[in-house]
């Protein structure tokens, strides 16, 4: 990903309207950890999420944000597990929150459990490349291969995120 002076500009806009609010707005909080998140600067990604759970202590999306984020850039799963069990109780629906609670247990080497929370994403259709190559990644290490090379498949033929296609594609070439 290419950063604009026009990305610069946004991050000072999101992290000014922080600074001079109150209170302000998950959207907020949630705009300006896209942009670090583009910009791979996880570190104060985290830190703007860890400020907007402090306004924010019941949302289940800064929860989950905030929870996958030190999944994916930390080694501080149980703290991460927290988070996202909050998250999931307060929306249990959330494919995305399944998924990150998923991935959580899939750090955790708990692959049985990690594919119980992909249960309900699985049976009602999988709409996501990083969703299919994380199924895919649960059921590579519990040595389903048929299962696994059809959603790293998937991960590829959904084509929203280029960095799973890739994995997945990778994964593929080597299970083939």
Known sequence: YYVTGADSLAIDYFSQAIEKSENPSSETFLTLASLYEMKK???????????????????????????????????RYREAEGYLLKAITLEPDSHYIQDSVAWLYYKLQDYNKALSYMQDIIANGVEDSTIAYHIGMIYYQLTEKDDARYYFRQA?????????????????????
């Open 41 to 75: 600067e996880h570190e104060k990604e985290l830190l703007l999420m860890e400020k907007a759970v402090l306004y924010h202590p019941e949302d289940p999306m800064i929860l989950n944000w905030l929870g996958y984020s030190l999944v994916v850039h930390t080694d």
């Open 156 to 176: 590829i033929e959904l084509a929203t995120n280029e960095d799973y296609i890739q994995k997945a594609e990778e994964k593929l070439k080597e299970i083939e």
